[in-house]
Nanobody, 122 residues
């Protein structure tokens, strides 16, 4: 059973930056990792994902140009660099894992972390 732990959330002012980390309990070589978020009263939304090889990295339109996903397989960790944060980015952010292919469809993922809160407010 693959376990995932998110960290790096917090309170940040609009325009600020945060880097989220998703640490895995086992090697990630065969796994794609996705980042998702759920804001109060809203559906869970796919933010970004990275394939097992790192060659495919889809992004939601709402975060393109502001967020960057990356992976360090040696460290068993995937990162989400979030820049130019907006109040509408406020949500609980989750990472999830599935075999091989990156997708922003949360229903395709098998393993989930517990989430980390990101609040963007002045």
């Amino acid at each position: 059973q693959l376990q995932l732990v998110e960290s790096g959330g917090g309170l940040v002012q609009p325009g600020g930056s945060l880097r989220l980390s998703c640490a895995a309990s086992a090697r990630l070589d065969y796994y794609a990792i996705g980042w998702f978020r759920r804001a109060p009263g809203k559906e869970r939304e796919g933010v970004s994902a990275v394939s097992n090889t790192g060659t495919s990295t889809p992004y939601a339109d709402s975060v393109k140009g502001r967020f960057t996903i990356s992976r360090d397989d040696a460290a068993k960790t995937v990162y989400l660099q979030m820049n130019s944060l907006k109040p509408e980015d406020t949500a609980v952010y989750y990472c999830a894992a599935r075999r091989v292919a990156a997708t922003l469809n949360p229903n395709a993922y098998d393993f989930w972390g517990q989430g980390t809160q990101v609040t963007v407010s002045s």
